[in-house]
């Protein structure tokens, strides 16, 4: 965050004569008053949320993406909250104010009120990139205290803050202190490891822009966030690591040593993905369905997609940030919860993009920051591989570079899928289907989303309405026989009908689609020329909407995909 303070400019060398001379300068509104302040506190999230409240627990602070410094503000609306933040910053009477902030990710609005005259608010919808919101409040005679808040909307993605500035005259309250040295790092503990790497992850300490780790007394990495894997260790081999916080003040004291132990073989393969797979989203958000740690996934699952990994300002690089909001204590224990599931012969994967998510792969240089950022996920996280649901717009050229370069650095054991909309699959000249051809000999499958659609043209070239049995078979078909093995397609659709906005059907159509597809019975009006007993299996959307419902739909489709021919 940048705390510099901005004063009015006095024209000519008013102020320096008036100075010199002892004069008293005067105006329309009287005597010359102090330089204008940011009378917001916290305004960078530097402190976490100190200063700061928000609705039903909606808020927290993130390391990335940010603006500026090392924090921002993450709110996500759920059910009927929408991430209400709110500061009561004191203010002058009769004073005019520029009130702003820097905003990305759903829909963000910043207003004010009880200004005792006019209280203003402004909005944008959302947002990839981070963009200023700004608008302006003059106080009554008698305002002393001004409540200044963002919020996002009902049920829409999360939204992010930074480098909120209230700018005006001093009420008082006056501005940010300079910082102090933070405090020493608490709950630090030892991550996943490898024959060459062990992970570290600790809490997040308030006023903290940094961290620094140690390993046997000497500083290996300057990080942001609360984690780090340090690597280019020998196999087998005990260390010890200590870690600190830092900012502008100095440097905390170090933590106490703790012993992390790489292992004596090479990483944990990633497990074998079955001949018929069930695919299920798990949200790393709340937005009203069951909130679950990976632990909690039915184990019927044996693709999860952890959505979403997040965007940066360099194109084609992602990073994640784990969501306090889903109840983990730590990163750390996130990690563990991907081990166990792939020691139980699950594949946990990344998911990039999403409704609100975009990441930008049009050159050379973002298909390989992609394939870096990726890799350094998979490492960290224990990742088996990613998923593809970007759904505004992609290049199929530098994807497939993209991907191709992260197949080479993860190995022949990376599960890649993707989730397309039914416009995109309808025939292979468009670009995700394209790129499904282009990458076919590193590609799982492709689990179209057959809902949020409306009608679609099938492989006969008739039209099918979405919720049917024909429009999934009868669209499943185009795939099938435009290039793709059978072991590469899978139907996507909602657990319950609140996991989508439309095409949510019946367990029962699933099953009857696979069946048609696979042994060419309980079709509908369509038929396929022929079977395809090697089809991969269902998708949905998504673990914690199907845990909502008690687990219904896995628990109907999960068997009858594992019992397919």
Known sequence: ????????????????????????????????????????????????????????????????????????????????????????????????YTLSAWVQGGYAYLGATGTGTTDVSTWTPDSSAWKQLTTSFRTGASTTSVTVYTHGWYGQSPYFVDD??????????????DPVVPATPAGFAVGSVTSSSVGLGWNAVTGATGYNVYRDGTKVQSVSGTSA??????????????????????????????????????????????????????????????????????????????????????????????????????????????AAKKSAGKSVIISVGGEKGNVTIN?????????????????????????????HG????????????????????????????????????????????AVKDILTVVNMQYYNSGSMLGCDQKVYSQGSVDFLTALACIQLEGGLDASQVGIGVPASTRGAGSGYVDPSIVKNALDCLARGTNCGSFKPSKTYPG?????????????????AWSNAVGPHVHGLP
């Open 164 to 177: 909120v500035s209230v700018f005006g005259p001093d009420g008082g309250g006056g501005q940010d202190p």
């Open 394 to 437: 992609i290049n199929s050229t530098y994807l497939s570079k993209a991907l191709r370069q992260l197949s080479a650095k993860a190995g022949s054991g990376m599960v890649l899928t993707m989730a397309p909309q039914t416009i995109d699959m309808q025939s292979t000249g468009t670009e995700y289907f394209k790129t499904a051809l």
């Open 363 to 391: 050159s050379d240089a973002s298909a390989t920051a992609f394939a870096d950022s990726a890799y350094a996920l998979m490492q960290e996280y224990g990742f088996s591989g990613v998923d593809i649901d970007l759904e």
């Open 229 to 338: 894997t340090v690597t280019g260790l020998a196999a087998n081999t005990s260390y010890g690591f200590q870690v600190t916080a830092t900012n502008t003040a100095g440097e905390s004291a170090r933590s106490a040593t703790i012993t992390g132990r790489t292992s004596a073989t090479g990483p944990t393969p990633n497990p074998s993905v079955p001949k018929h797979a069930l695919t299920g989203y798990w949200q790393n958000f709340n937005n009203g369905a069951t909130v679950q740690k990976l632990r909690d996934v039915q184990s019927q699952y044996d693709i999860i997609a952890v959505s979403f990994a997040d965007s940066t300002a360099t194109p084609g690089q992602i990073v994640f940030n784990l969501d306090p909001a889903v109840g983990y204590t730590s990163v750390a224990d996130f990690k563990a919860d991907i």
């Open 535 to 551: 089809i991969r299996g269902a998708m949905t959307w998504s673990t914690n909407w199907d845990a909502t419902a008690g687990n």
């Open 1 to 96: 965050m940048d705390r510099t303070t901005r004063s009015r400019r006095w024209l000519g060398g008013a102020l320096a004569l008036a100075v010199g001379t002892g004069l008293t300068l005067m105006g329309t509104a009287g005597t010359a008053q102090a330089a204008d302040v940011n009378v917001a506190k916290n305004a960078g999230f530097e402190s976490g949320l100190a200063n700061w409240s928000c609705t039903a627990t909606s808020g927290a602070t993130v390391s990335s993406p940010v603006h500026g410094g090392a924090g921002a503000l993450k709110a996500t609306p759920a059910g009927q909250d929408n991430a209400k933040c709110t500061q009561t910053v004191a203010v002058r009477p009769n004073s005019t």
